[in-house]
T-cell receptor, first 118, second 114 residues
């Protein structure tokens, strides 16, 4: 089973509208972190926002907020007042503290290609 | 600037050749991760090192190898290159262990195999 699922391969949104990018995850580890990264066409991975599994409040960073619904294992990214510069690939990722095999890195979803239209 | 440095940024080589990608983690970070991003496979975890020791392996081919040196920089060696190895290779580092904090990514090394 996929650990991170992003069901929207691509999205077109009008400038200034709010955008919600979906992400669901699967883990049995009680301690984990959820991340969103932005990857513009230039290729670098830009960290946007982080939510810890024990955090009581949803994370916010400027125009980015994370709608964390733990019982549903959902961690959707909300971008308010979208801008042309928001056009990029967006990846949801999870880091488990007690993952099997010893690795404690990130597991990524397949990404959503967001295009903001003027 | 994440503090993670990867070289080279771009590399073009031929099938059958061998290349080495280099990564310098953030100062003080003991963990280094290598990821491969190709169009059809997305972001795949390759291998992780912690303080010079291999900690975990992901989808790393036998033609690929890596190591982490005493100064904590890491190298990813890709040999007998095939067209399908063309990808963006990311290095990331982390200072924590047993916690679910942020990984810091380098800008990537874009490998093109012709």
């Amino acid at each position: 089973a996929q650990k991170i699922t992003q069901t929207q391969p691509g999205m077109f949104v009008q400038e200034k509208e709010a955008v919600t990018l979906d992400c669901t995850y699967d883990t049995s580890d009680p301690s984990y972190g959820l991340f969103w990264y932005k990857q513009p066409s230039s290729g670098e991975m830009i960290f946007l926002i982080y939510q810890g599994s024990y955090d009581q409040q949803n994370a916010t960073e400027g125009r980015y907020s994370l709608n964390f619904q733990k019982a549903r294992k959902s961690a959707n990214l909300v971008i308010s007042a979208s801008q042309l510069g928001d056009s990029a690939m967006y990846f949801c990722a999870m880091r488990e503290v007690h993952s099997g095999g010893g690795a404690d890195g990130l597991t990524f979803g397949k990404g959503t290609h967001l295009i903001i239209q003027p | 600037d994440s503090g993670v440095t990867q070289t080279p940024k771009h590399l073009i080589t031929a099938t059958g050749q061998r290349v080495t990608l280099r990564c310098s983690p953030r100062s003080g970070d003991l963990s280094v991760y290598w990821y491969q991003q190709s169009l059809d496979q997305g972001l795949q975890f390759l291998i992780q090192y912690y303080n010079g020791e291999e900690r975990a392996k992901g989808n790393i081919l036998e033609r690929f190898s890596a190591q982490q040196f005493p100064d904590l920089h890491s190298e990813l060696n890709l040999s007998s290159l095939e067209l399908g190895d063309s990808a963006l290779y990311f290095c990331a580092s982390s200072g924590d262990r047993g916690r679910a904090g942020e990984l810091f990514f380098g800008e990537g090394s874009r490998l093109t195999v012709l």
